[in-house]
């Protein structure tokens, strides 16, 4: 199977993971008003494909080497088991945290959903697998998770300038006093803490299943990882279709009512994910001697946040018409979420 052979390649693979993670949802917003529990459907197929497809090319080269089908032979079902349930654990994440946006926005969802897990995978995969400068990669981290919150507070001032500017147009009386408090704001918060919490936990499962001599390999366990995505989504996906957190229940069926269109949206968003999945797995398995560590190459992929927040700012301008401070905001968000990147990506190269 082919691995990187340099900390140069390692990192370049975290970084597309981060990329990939941070760019997948485009797809959801391209799909229209295709309901998210349907979506996902076609998103969790799309990523047991890609991940089947990187098996039996990627991880089945260099047969003179150990193969992704040799690997399987002599793991353990433990560790297996393992990465069926961490696929199992971040379908959940994921579901959650589409659903705290759909019911209180990103400006809620996504600070404490994300936030949390950062802080819970960074920790955790760290104390399984201590690599890298401890007090460059924390730092590095807590960087990442201000830029978050500030993200947060820009999108908030953001929104409410512009509930502002609404009240004033539809009440010219200043005396008038109009307050509305967001719908389901205790709800979204919930959703939002469940989310960061499951969100934390799937990536030391999936390093669990990882470890030891009767490990599984990265394109093993990112099939096994696939297949538990997709299983899950058959029990999710009905829940959340008879119990919707936004709208109301719908049946299964609807799902051959989308286009096309939608159903490829969805696979293509699933593909996307896999193949971060995927670069984010290599990187860790990388030679002791070359890789960034379970915990950097983690804290990397979480700072897709960031890069979905890019995403909104520059090509589906979310934030059109921002006023000073939120500009001020946005570009703080990004120096601290550059400075936090970059103390991940060295602390590898500092460890004590």
């Known amino acids: 199977m082919i691995l990187p052979t ?21 797809t959801q917003k391209l799909a229209g008003k295709w309901r998210f529990e349907l979506f996902y459907y076609d998103y969790s197929l799309g990523v047991l494909i890609c991940a089947v497809i990187a098996a039996f090319t990627f991880g089945s080269w260099l047969p003179q080497e150990l193969t992704f089908s040799d690997n399987l032979l002599i793991a353990s079902r433990r560790q297996m088991a393992y990465g069926v349930a961490a696929g199992a654990v971040f379908n959940l994440a994921n579901m959650l945290l589409v659903a705290a946006i759909a019911v209180s926005g990103m400006a809620v969802a996504f ?32 960087l990442v998770v201000v830029a978050i919150v500030v993200d947060a ?60 001599d009767s490990g599984v390999a990265p394109y093993g366990i990112g099939m096994l990882f696939g297949a538990g995505v997709l299983l899950s989504t058959l029990l999710y996906a009905p829940f959340f279709l008879n119990f919707p957190v936004d709208g109301p229940p719908i049946p299964a069926s609807d799902y051959f009512k989308g286009t096309r269109g939608q159903h490829l949206l969805g696979l293509a968003g699933g593909i996307i994910w896999m193949v971060g999945g995927l670069c984010n797995f290599a990187a860790a ?68």
């Open 153 to 212: 507070f820009a999108y908030g001032s953001y929104l409410d300038a512009k509930q502002l500017e609404a009240q004033e147009a539809l009440t010219p009386d200043p005396r008038a006093k109009v307050r509305k408090r967001a719908p389901g704001a205790s709800r979204g918060i919930l959703l939002s803490v469940l989310s960061g919490i499951l969100m934390g936990l799937f990536y030391p499962l999936v390093e669990m299943g990882k470890a030891g």
């Open 111 to 142: 600070p404490i959903a994300i936030g949390l897990a950062l802080v819970i995978g960074v920790v955790g995969n760290f104390m399984l697998n201590p690599q890298g400068n401890p007090i460059l990669l924390f730092s590095g981290a807590a």
């Open 6 to 26: 340099t900390y140069l390649g390692a990192l370049l693979l975290s970084i597309a993971s981060m990329i990939c993670w941070g760019s997948w949802a485009n």
């Open 285 to 352: 398995s990388a030679p002791v001697s070359v890789q960034l560590g379970p915990a950097a190459s983690y804290a990397l992929g979480q700072g897709a946040t960031m890069v979905s927040a890019l995403w909104g700012l520059l090509v589906w301008h979310e934030f059109k018409g921002a006023n000073a401070r939120v500009k001020a905001l946005l570009g703080a968000m990004i120096v601290l979420f550059l400075v936090g990147l970059g103390l991940i990506s060295i602390a590898p190269l500092y460890a004590k």
